[in-house]
């Protein structure tokens, strides 16, 4: 019964540890020229920010998603992301977030 807990709390951490981006075992992917990035290297991909490890290479997501108020509109960056919410009628008053999450790609 011990190691069947210790099973299930492993994966659970795993999945929590996971929820905000993913994480690939093997060579880092190349950039736009056809370089592969090295360990350490750091780039942007979409609405995810991205880190070349030594045999393995992860993204997290940049900008959560969120749920405002009524009235409010949301304003997305030139990649599509998510990045605040503005009032309708008055595109200067930005809104206070109900509650924010991270989607996982």
Do not use: R
């Not at 990035?37 to 979409?46: F, H, I, K, S, T």
């Not at 998603?65 to 509109?73: E, I, L, M, N, R």
């Amino acid at each position: 019964m011990a190691n069947l807990i210790c099973v299930a709390l492993l994966v659970v951490s795993t999945l929590l540890i996971n929820v905000n981006g993913y994480v690939v075992q093997g060579p880092c992917p190349a950039d736009e020229t056809g370089k592969p990035y090295q360990p350490g290297d750091v780039w942007n991909q979409g609405c995810y920010t991205c880190q070349c490890w030594a045999g393995a290479h992860g993204c997290n997501q940049a900008f959560p998603t969120c749920s405002y108020p009524a009235g409010c509109v949301k304003v997305y960056n030139d990649d599509g992301c998510e990045i605040m919410a503005v009032m309708e009628n008055q595109a200067d008053q930005v809104c206070d977030p109900i509650g924010c999450w991270a989607v996982g790609k």
